[in-house]
């Protein structure tokens, strides 16, 4: 369970919220929505645990973060702008070491599985420079499938992916929250799921 | 919640960087080369007198692997930071001093290492004795992953920034100065005669601080980078 409660933060001189109430329960999902600029990104990295917030505390099953560390990073799954994903590397050694920094013990046929779920079959061994801007997303994406963090913070998880891929994503969240996961994310485009409320924030 | 052991955290972040950089050979062979060709530069700007350049090869070697240490910082961290994986890396429910110190040792193994194993062919080139090349190894051996380990300091103050490349240098190069001087003052005391331990020891006192403090002070460093 995360509770925000009168988050403030800022970016330089400019305040880009601040009074931040909210909290999130297992099964429960959360949209924050706003302008460009409005903050979005910053509250996502300040949940992330990145960015200082000037006020306030963010409370993980009624600890704060800040304390947890470790124990906090091992329960969410940050999904960011960027990909996270080395050019070099193939699709199953980028997922291998992620996994394995982590902590999760996977083998090869967990990691394809998850990759062709993804829709990457035949593209697994691939470096992913090759690969499209959908396709690396795709690969970023697969990581949800192979971590068992119960929070997941996405950023604009559905940058470059076509419509085939927003409804496996709309699947895998709903997945997600059916084994009591939380979810949190920013998007522009609609991402509705299936048999659950989302609820909204909206930054101003 | 599975803890890796630092060995297997160690060996996990070491084989990536290693394969990385392995799949980038053209910047590792860049600052090998770059070391080659500044040391090659002093016989033709100073003249080929053996008894001078014999003299003046270990200050030389020194300070270009100083400088090629130097040219091969900016890489460190920037491509990790450019595409996201930095960020994961301070996710990661693990010490982030171990990660940090695992990308420092990866990162001397194909910087330093090189230089290590080069030197000694340059030394030929100055016609130092078999004794005082051996001494220089030993000295390069100690020195180098100091020189990894401060610079990774300045990298990771720098991480971001506009022309960090530049003002890595001049963070990290005045702290370079005591590995410079031991370094160097190792071989020169194998030429003179006299006893190379206190030097050597010395460069061991130096590394052992480095490897203690600065993992933790660049995993600092990181967090403060990212905000």
């Not at chain 2, 990661?92 to 080069?118: F, R």
Request: charge should be neutral; include cysteine.
């Amino acid at each position: 369970m995360l509770e925000i409660s009168n988050l403030a933060c800022s970016r330089g001189d400019h305040l880009l919220f601040s009074g931040l109430n909210f909290s999130l329960s297992p099964g429960e999902l959360l949209q924050v929505q706003g302008a460009n600029g409005s903050g979005k990104t910053s509250l996502l990295r300040t949940l992330c645990g990145f960015i200082m917030p000037d006020t306030g505390e963010i409370l993980w099953h009624g600890q704060n973060i800040r304390e947890l560390g470790d124990q906090f990073y091992a329960e969410i799954i940050y999904l960011g702008h960027l990909n996270a994903i080395k050019d070099e590397l193939n699709a199953l050694e980028n997922l291998r070491i992620g996994a394995g920094l982590a902590g999760c013990k996977m083998d090869d046929k967990q990691v394809i599985a998850a990759l062709r779920r993804l829709g990457l079959r035949g593209r697994e061994t691939l470096p992913v420079k090759v690969l499209s801007q959908g396709q690396r997303r795709r690969v970023a994406l697969a990581r949800l499938l192979l971590s068992n963090a119960s929070l997941w913070i996405l950023d604009e998880p559905l940058t470059a992916l076509d419509v085939g891929a927003v409804e496996l994503m709309q699947e895998l969240i709903s997945e997600h929250l059916v084994n009591n996961g939380m979810v949190i994310y920013t998007t522009h485009q609609p991402l509705e799921v299936v048999g659950v409320a989302t609820r909204r924030l909206a930054l101003t | 919640m599975n803890k890796l052991s630092l060995i297997g955290l160690l060996s996990i972040m070491i084989r990536r960087d290693l394969v990385l950089a392995m799949r980038r050979r053209a910047d590792v062979v860049t600052t090998l080369i770059f070391f080659v060709i500044v040391v090659s530069l002093f016989p033709l700007g100073v003249g080929p007198e053996a008894d001078m350049l014999r003299n003046m090869a270990p200050g030389v070697i020194w300070v270009a692997a100083l400088l090629a240490s130097m040219l091969s910082l900016g890489r460190l961290f920037s491509a990790d930071h450019l595409d996201g994986t930095l960020e994961q890396m301070l996710l990661v429910p693990q010490s982030l001093s171990v990660l940090v110190l695992a990308k420092i040792l990866a990162h001397w193994m194909v910087s330093g290492l090189p230089l290590v194993i080069m030197a000694p062919v340059l030394g030929l080139q100055f016609d130092m004795t078999a004794q005082s090349i051996g001494v220089l190894i030993i000295a390069l051996l100690l020195g180098t992953p100091t020189l990894s380990m401060i610079g990774a300091v300045g990298a990771a103050l720098t991480l971001g920034l506009r022309g960090g490349g530049a003002l890595v240098s001049l963070l990290v190069l005045p702290l370079c100065i005591p590995v410079l001087i031991f370094g160097a003052g190792a071989v020169e005391a194998v030429i003179s005669g006299t006893s190379v331990s206190s030097h050597l020891s010395l460069l061991g006192a130096l590394l052992v601080m480095a490897l203690a403090f600065t993992p933790w002070v660049t995993a600092l460093a990181l967090r403060i980078s990212m905000e």
